[in-house]
Structures are given as structure tokens and as C-alpha cells.
């Protein structure tokens, strides 16, 4: 079946500090991908999305390049703050909005 | 513009009894999900509704879960009878139309199953 693969946490890092999330996924076909971001307390919110092969999305200086090869959906910010601190979920989709799923998860702690 | 709303916010029961939760999705939105995030791990997709007919339902465990979307607004999910390894958040989400457009989420319902 479908699957989305996440790198463990929690990632730590000091503030203005380089990110990458890693985020593989396995699927038959070419499934839309997403990132999804959870701060403390709140719910979850969609970061950033690419729906074919090289699309890349971008969203609040984050990053991520959609390849197929690969079958990968990295996530990157060159320099991190400390409100940038949260959960960050990768995910992939089908058929337009059907077949969600979701990675386990990566926390990110940023320290000042 | 309102967000999605869920109820109640937690809720602890014993095992074997019942429970439902009730969403209400962002004016408009034709699609409704309902996930079950347990500790530690990304949501998982129990059912996916397209204004009220079931688009999804396959990871719906249909022998205790239930769930309805009268209306097409408004939708329930119960569980009955409830089991501890259900203990979870249970997340409910809208989306304009069934397409890649962003899912808006709720605050979630925090279910203790003792």
C-alpha cells in the first residue's frame, strides 16, 4: 500500500541554522505531495504542496522539490527560528484529494 | 471565515462503553475527513466524505465505527463499543471541493478509553 517515510526525531537545531526534513514515500502511481506543520496548541495547517514531478513548493522561506526518481519530498529552510519550532507532517494524496496519508511526524525544536 | 469546529475537546469513557463527536466543517466546504491520530503518530484517514455520500471508508474499522454526514453539513462519528487501543485524537478536516486544495483542520477530540 501507500506509505510516506519520515527521518526521527526530534531535530534540534540553533537559531538562522540550515533545516532538512527528510520524507520518501512509496506508491503506485504519481501521488500529489504535501506538508502539513503543527505548532504548539494549535492544528494542524498546510505549509507548502507540489502536485507533479519537479514542481517545487515554497511557503514561509520552507522548501520542498517534488522527484519522482528519488520518490522524495525533502524539507528545507536555510535558516531556521525559533517560532519555526512544531511538528512537520509529510503526506501524499491521490485522485485529486482522496487516499490521504500521512508520515509519522517530525519535531522540530529551535533553540535561541 | 470560521474554522472547523469539533466537540467535545476530550473525553475519557471506559472500555466497551460508547461515544460520539461531532464536527462542523467551514461554510461551503463539500468534502469532510475524519482522522484518528494517536500518540506519536501521523493522522490516519477513517472516512472521507464528499458533500454526504462516503467517498472513503476503507480504514474504517465498520465493526465499532460509525460515521454520517446528514445534509451534508454537519457530521458525527461514533464509536461503540470502544476499545483501549482506540484512546486517540480524533481529527476532523474540510476542504473546498474534492481536489489537492488545502484541508483545513479542527482542534481534535482527545478520547481516553479506560
Known amino acids: 500500500g501507500n506509505s510516506v517515510t519520515q527521518m526521527e526525531g526530534p531535530v534540534t537545531l540553533s537559531e538562522e541554522a540550515f533545516l532538512t526534513i527528510n520524507c520518501t514515500y512509496t506508491?503506485?502511481?504519481?501521488?500529489?505531495l504535501f506538508w502539513y506543520v503543527q505548532y504548539p496548541g494549535e492544528g494542524l495547517q498546510l505549509l507548502l504542496k507540489?502536485?507533479?514531478?519537479?514542481d517545487k513548493g515554497s511557503n514561509k522561506g520552507f522548501e520542498a522539490t517534488y522527484r519522482k526518481e528519488t520518490t522524495s519530498f525533502h524539507l528545507e529552510k536555510g535558516s531556521v527560528q525559533v517560532s519555526d519550532s512544531a511538528v512537520y507532517f509529510c503526506?501524499?494524496?491521490?485522485?485529486?484529494?482522496?487516499?490521504?496519508?500521512f508520515g509519522p511526524g517530525t519535531r522540530l525544536s529551535v533553540l535561541p | 471565515e470560521a474554522g472547523v469546529a469539533q466537540s467535545p475537546r476530550y473525553k475519557i469513557i471506559e472500555k466497551r462503553q460508547s461515544v460520539a463527536f461531532w464536527c462542523n466543517p467551514i461554510?461551503?466546504?463539500?468534502?469532510l475527513y475524519w482522522y484518528q491520530q494517536i500518540l506519536g503518530q501521523g493522522p490516519k484517514l477513517l472516512i472521507q466524505?464528499?458533500?454526504?455520500?462516503?467517498?472513503?471508508d476503507s480504514q474504517l474499522p465498520k465493526d465499532r465505527f460509525s460515521a454520517e454526514r446528514l445534509k451534508g453539513v454537519d457530521s458525527t462519528l461514533k464509536i461503540q463499543p470502544a476499545k483501549l487501543e482506540d484512546s486517540a485524537v480524533y481529527l476532523c478536516?474540510?476542504?473546498?471541493?474534492?481536489?489537492?486544495?488545502?484541508?483545513?483542520f479542527g482542534p481534535g477530540t482527545r478520547l481516553t478509553v479506560l
Open positions: 506508491a503506485t502511481g504519481y501521488p500529489s
Open positions: 466524505f464528499q458533500n454526504n455520500g462516503v467517498v472513503d
Open positions: 503526506a501524499l494524496s491521490f485522485n485529486y484529494g482522496q487516499n490521504f496519508v
Open positions: 478536516a474540510s476542504s473546498r471541493i474534492l481536489s489537492n486544495n488545502e484541508q483545513f
Open positions: 461554510s461551503g466546504h463539500a468534502t
Open positions: 507540489a502536485t507533479k514531478a519537479d
